[in-house]
Each structure stands twice: as structure tokens, then as C-alpha cells.
């Protein structure tokens, strides 16, 4: 069964600091990972995806995640935050042939001015 | 513009009564999805439609049937309300086959009291 593990339920950084979420996966065969971002009151909205190839995947907002299949992850980093980056962060994982999307619990990021 | 909509935004009522959020996708996408988002924002899938073809039908109380007239649209009735009901539920698609990116609606914020 795949599953997704965010050990990280809450993260509080400064504004201007840098920003690594973790993201841990189980995935049978090869992964195909997402990151999502929920504002508060909003629907998720898609910040990058791993497919294939590079390694590092680069996506909007100024965000990258990198997967390393040695380690099952794939996390999310971002080198400053900015106060609107504070929402709820979502990793999750299929697969080629599969239209099961399985999420995380999300890790709530909090930013202090 | 919207990419995927879902109507209506807030939904409040009374135990056992019955009620519809309906999905639309402009996005020329085979796939459809209904996903429950619980009071700990942790995100499950529900139902997935392809080519208006159930294809997943996770453990789901039977009170929820959902309806896809075309590949446009997929709805969601609920009969006989029930507290834990209360959620957002997210309407998604994906085009191009399995293991594809799924993109969410705004979600649908329902109070059953």
C-alpha cells in the first residue's frame, strides 16, 4: 500500500529565513510525488511534481523540492520564506497506471514577521 | 476562467436532510474526483469518475452516490445528513491518463448541525 509520512505537523519560521518540509513516502514502484499548497479558506493548489529526470524539480513561488530515492523523500525547500508562504503544505504520491493519489497530513507552516 | 468549480462554496443544514454539491472542469479532462477533507485537514479520496466510469469507490457510506452526467461534470449527492459528514469536500481532475496531475476545486464547506 503506498502512504506518505509529513513528520513535521507544525513549522514556525521567521520571515527571510530559510524553509526545508519533509516528506516521506511508500510507494511500490516508481513514484510520481507532488507537493500541494493550502492557503487558509482555499483549495490546494499545486506548487511542483517529480515525474522523472532531474532529481531537483523547481516550482512556482520560489519553491524546490529534491527526491532522493535512496531515502524515500522528497522535501520541499524554499531559501526565505515570505509571510504568505504560512498555509498548509501537502506531499503526496502515485504512480504510472494509477489515478490513486495518496496524501500526507499536511505540515502547517507558521511565519513570523 | 475557473478551472475547476464547485457550487456551493458554503453548504449549512440540518441533520438528515439531503443535499448536492455539484463539479465542473473546463479543463478538457477525462478524470474526475471527489475528495473529504476531515477537521484535521487530512485529505482522502472518495470517488473517481473516468469517461463517466466509476473507477474508485473508496470505504464510503452508501448515503453518498456520486453522479457523472458528462466528462465536464461530477457531482456529489449525500442523502440523510449525519454530523461527521461535516467537512470540505474538494472536486479534482486530471487529463492524459493515470498517475497524471490532479487539480483541485476551491472545496465545498459543509456544516451539517
Known amino acids: 500500500a503506498q502512504s506518505v509520512t509529513q513528520p513535521d505537523i507544525h513549522i514556525t519560521v521567521s520571515e527571510g529565513a530559510s524553509l526545508e518540509l519533509r516528506c516521506n513516502y511508500s510507494?511500490?514502484?516508481?513514484?510520481?510525488l507532488f507537493w500541494y499548497v493550502q492557503s487558509p479558506g482555499q483549495g490546494l493548489q499545486l506548487l511542483l511534481k517529480?515525474?522523472?529526470?532531474?532529481?531537483l524539480v523547481q516550482g512556482i513561488k520560489g519553491f524546490e523540492a529534491e527526491f532522493k530515492r535512496s531515502q524515500s523523500s522528497f522535501n520541499l525547500r524554499k531559501p526565505s520564506v515570505h509571510w504568505s508562504d504560512a498555509a498548509e503544505y501537502f506531499c503526496a504520491v502515485t504512480g504510472a497506471g494509477s489515478y490513486q493519489l495518496t496524501f500526507g497530513k499536511g505540515t502547517k507552516l507558521s511565519v513570523i514577521p | 476562467d475557473t478551472a475547476v468549480s464547485q457550487t456551493p462554496k458554503y453548504l449549512v443544514t440540518q441533520m438528515g436532510n439531503d443535499k448536492s454539491i455539484k463539479c465542473e472542469q473546463n479543463?478538457?479532462?477525462?478524470?474526475m474526483y471527489w475528495y473529504k477533507q476531515d477537521s484535521k485537514k487530512f485529505l482522502k479520496i472518495m470517488f473517481s469518475?473516468?469517461?463517466?466510469?466509476?473507477?474508485i469507490n473508496e470505504t464510503v457510506p452508501n448515503r453518498f452516490s456520486p453522479k457523472s452526467p458528462d466528462k465536464a461534470h461530477l457531482n456529489l449527492h449525500i442523502n440523510s445528513l449525519e454530523l461527521g459528514d461535516s467537512a470540505v469536500y474538494f472536486c479534482a481532475s486530471s487529463g492524459g491518463g493515470a498517475g497524471e496531475t490532479q487539480y483541485f476545486g476551491p472545496g465545498t464547506r459543509l456544516l451539517v448541525l
Open positions: 510507494y511500490g514502484a516508481t513514484p510520481y
Open positions: 517529480y515525474f522523472s529526470g532531474d532529481t
Open positions: 479543463l478538457g479532462h477525462d478524470t
Open positions: 469518475y473516468n469517461n463517466k466510469e466509476l473507477i
